[in-house]
């Protein structure tokens, strides 16, 4: 099984994924069913969740929801910790995910827009590093793993920025490796080599400890939050959580 998940990850493109593995998921569902672990996000219970990654991790993703560790700590985080659920916000998800989207969009309270340069499932064909919206346009954006894509990261941020509005806020995921300095090198191109440096064959940099200091340089305010740290460990446990995950919460700087 982990060697097949890792395979398809690899080697299948990305839209194509999108679109098949909720039908996929289906019947693995069925498989495993059981009471050892819950997910946050859709409710359902397993024996275990799936593996997942190209270096396959265990019980990682749910066959229900298709969430993954960080999918159900952010989902938690919003429940906790902000007025996602119940504020009126203008929300922009970029590279949206499929555990969320049918979610978000049911909220009455959300002006939920999706937005993507290739991703099927979002509804606006968008580039980060030129956003189609004027100043001011968000309370809310979401952009997980997809900097480490984005040939100018702290551009897309600058855009972000603009059009926070001056309360807005978001968050930002992406691969943080435990090295000091993010690592990046254009002249890398081979997708192979870019997989053997970066982590994966659409990469362009890879992330250090310096992630959050190097998002400020784009004007962007962001915190380090461990929200994780907070919760009990049966919860931990129980909706397999990552344990060393920081949500990155930007907000709006000046």
């Not at 189609?132 to 979401?142: A, K, L, Q, R, Y």
């Not at 807005?168 to 002249?187: A, F, H, N, R």
Request: glycine share 4%; charged share 25%.
């Amino acid at each position: 099984m982990k060697s097949i998940i890792s395979f398809v990850i690899r080697f299948v493109p990305r839209p194509l994924l999108q679109r098949v593995s909720p039908l996929v998921m289906k019947v693995f569902s069925k498989l495993n069913s059981g009471d050892q672990v819950k997910c946050p996000v859709c409710n359902h219970s397993y024996r275990k969740f799936l593996p997942y990654g190209r270096i396959a991790r265990e019980n990682a993703l749910c066959p229900s929801c298709l969430s993954l560790e960080r999918h159900r700590l952010m989902w938690l985080f919003l429940q906790e910790k902000t007025n996602f659920f119940t504020a009126p916000l203008r929300v922009l998800h970029v590279a949206p995910e499929h555990c969320f989207i049918e979610r978000f969009e049911a909220l009455g309270n959300l002006e939920y827009i999706t937005a993507d340069i290739e991703s099927p499932l979002a509804k606006v064909k968008m580039d980060v590093h030129e956003i189609p919206f004027p100043e001011n346009s968000f309370d809310v954006i979401f952009c997980n793993h997809v900097l480490e894509h984005v040939q100018d990261d702290l551009k897309a941020c600058a855009e972000f920025n603009r059009v926070l509005r001056p309360e807005g806020w978001g968050i930002l995921q992406s691969p943080v490796y435990p090295m000091e300095k993010t690592l990046e090198d254009d002249s890398i191109t081979d997708p192979a080599e870019r997989e053997r440096i970066f982590g994966q064959r659409d990469h362009v940099r890879k992330f250090g400890k310096d992630y959050a200091t190097r998002l400020r340089k784009s004007g962007l305010q962001i915190e380090e939050n461990r929200f994780v740290k907070e919760l009990q460990a049966n919860l931990v446990e129980q909706y397999a959580l990552p344990i060393e995950e920081v949500i990155f919460v930007c907000r709006k700087g000046y």
